[in-house]
């Protein structure tokens, strides 16, 4: 549904991306990754027809972003990550032009969500608070029920109970087969609600995989607690010096060992006296901050 092939677009300062390549399968949302700067919202650009690539092409259902946009803004949602509003009319009257312009009568979605969000729209939007221009943001770019949405920081501004809410409007569209891509720095929000995810790097894409193999290819990280903490060397020794001693006395002890070695891992442990073992889930903010350590490598890494 979403398609980018070697996506290429240079700024004068050198920033930009550089033959940005991925893929998003209908009814599937993609989480992508980066720090500001790294090219999140250059691409964003390119896919919506703003921006004219030098090299590569994007297409969204086939359609090309920069020929073919007019076609392609039909059946497309988008909520950018500033958001320009016209701060002399309400929330309602701001909805309301919208759907004037993309020529919707029904507005029964827009009141479902803004009830969702907790959202008076009676208001003008200059009095707005950043979390109720967000919400007012939100929906906008679902209310006309499109089959594309592009998300660039959607929770931005919103407290923890409006991000679940956010979360659980995502998950109900990607179930009724809405294919969705999402910018984002909330790493939780992005296990919750994506099946894959690209990270991006300098303009490049340093990795793409299902978001559900990364916990069993990525590095895995154990608390183990020994009943003999002199036995702490071979630990040591078999991680790579990966370990750390918790608490002074109890000895206990977090390793951290790549995950195809963890039956190697388990072996080891039957010969030591283990009093207890904890496995720790690798979250991908862990996976990220990785990947952005690993200076001087930009080629994907596909686990």
Not at 40 to 61: E, M, N, Q, V
Not at 147 to 163: A, Y
Not at 261 to 280: A, H, M, N, W
């Amino acid at each position: 549904m979403i398609q980018a092939e070697d996506l290429t677009l240079q700024y004068p300062s050198g920033k930009g991306i550089r033959k940005v390549s991925f893929q998003v399968k209908e009814g599937l949302v993609m989480g992508y990754l980066g720090p500001n700067g790294a090219g999140k919202t250059t691409t964003i650009r390119c896919l919506l027809g703003y921006s004219k690539a030098d090299g590569g092409r994007c297409l969204i259902h086939g359609l090309d972003c920069w020929q073919q946009a007019k076609e392609i803004q039909r059946y497309l949602g988008y909520l950018p990550g500033e958001i320009a509003f016209l701060d002399g009319m309400t929330g309602k009257q701001f909805l309301s032009f919208l759907s004037q312009m993309r020529g919707t009568k029904d507005d029964s979605r827009q009141k479902e969500l803004a009830e969702m969000f907790d959202m008076d729209l009676s208001g003008r939007i200059k009095r707005y608070s950043k979390g109720m221009k967000q919400k007012v943001g939100i929906i906008a770019a679902f209310m006309h029920d499109p089959q594309v949405i592009i998300l660039d920081e959607p929770t931005s501004g919103l407290d923890p109970l409006m991000q679940n809410r956010f979360t659980e409007l995502v998950i109900r569209e990607k179930n009724r087969g809405k294919t969705i891509l999402m910018s984002s720095h909330m790493f939780e929000e992005v296990e919750r609600t994506c099946d894959q995810v690209i990270i991006i790097k300098d303009g490049q894409v340093v990795m793409k995989d299902d978001i559900h193999a990364l916990g069993q290819t990525q590095r895995k990280s154990f608390v183990v607690q020994l009943a003999k903490p002199e036995e702490s060397g071979r630990l040591a020794a078999f991680c790579g010096g990966r370990m750390e001693r918790l608490l002074d006395g109890d000895g206990r002890f977090q390793v951290s060992i790549q995950g195809e070695r963890t039956g190697e891992f388990l072996r080891l442990l039957s010969q030591l006296d283990v009093i207890s073992l904890e496995s720790k889930k690798q979250s991908l903010e862990e996976i990220f901050l990785h990947l952005y350590s690993r200076e001087g490598e930009h080629e994907p890494d596909t686990f």
